[in-house]
C-alpha cells in the first residue's frame, strides 16, 4: 500500500525556516512527479511546486525563490525547503504523487502542519 508520510512542520517566526520531509513507501518517488501542495484554513489548496522525476522543479509564483524542492533518492524521501517564511504561509502541507506524465495526482500524504508567527 502507498503511502506519503510528511513530517518537518512546527511554529516559526517570520522570515525564519523550515524543511519538510516527505517519506515514500511501495512508491519510488523518482519514478514520479511529486508535488508540494498547502491549504490555508477557509481556503482551497494551493499547489506550491513539484518536481518532476527528472529532477526538473516548477514552482508557485510567491515560492519561487524562497521554496526549494529536492530529493534524497537512496531514502525515498522528498523535501521542501522553506526560507523567508512570512504569516501567509501557514497552512497544513502535503505531498503529492503522481504518474510520471499524467497530469494528476493520485497519492497525497497526510499533511504537517506550518504556522509562521509575525
Known amino acids: 500500500q502507498v503511502q506519503l508520510v510528511e513530517s518537518g512542520g512546527g511554529l516559526v517566526q517570520a522570515g525564519g525556516s523550515l524543511r519538510l520531509s516527505c517519506v ?6 523518482s519514478r514520479y512527479r511529486m508535488g508540494w501542495f498547502r491549504q490555508a484554513p477557509g481556503k482551497e489548496r494551493e499547489f506550491v511546486g513539484c ?9 508557485a509564483d510567491s515560492m519561487k ?3 526549494t524542492i529536492s530529493r534524497d533518492s537512496a531514502k525515498n524521501t522528498m523535501y521542501l525547503q522553506m526560507n523567508s517564511l512570512r504569516p501567509e504561509d501557514t497552512a497544513i502541507y ?7 506524465y499524467g497530469s494528476s495526482y493520485d497519492y497525497w500524504g497526510q499533511g504537517t502542519q506550518v504556522t509562521v508567527s509575525s
Open 51 to 59: 518536481m518532476w522525476s527528472s529532477g526538473l522543479t516548477v514552482y
Open 94 to 100: 502535503y505531498c503529492a504523487a503522481g504518474l510520471a
Open 65 to 67: 525563490g524562497r521554496f
Open 24 to 29: 515514500a513507501s511501495e512508491l519510488t518517488l
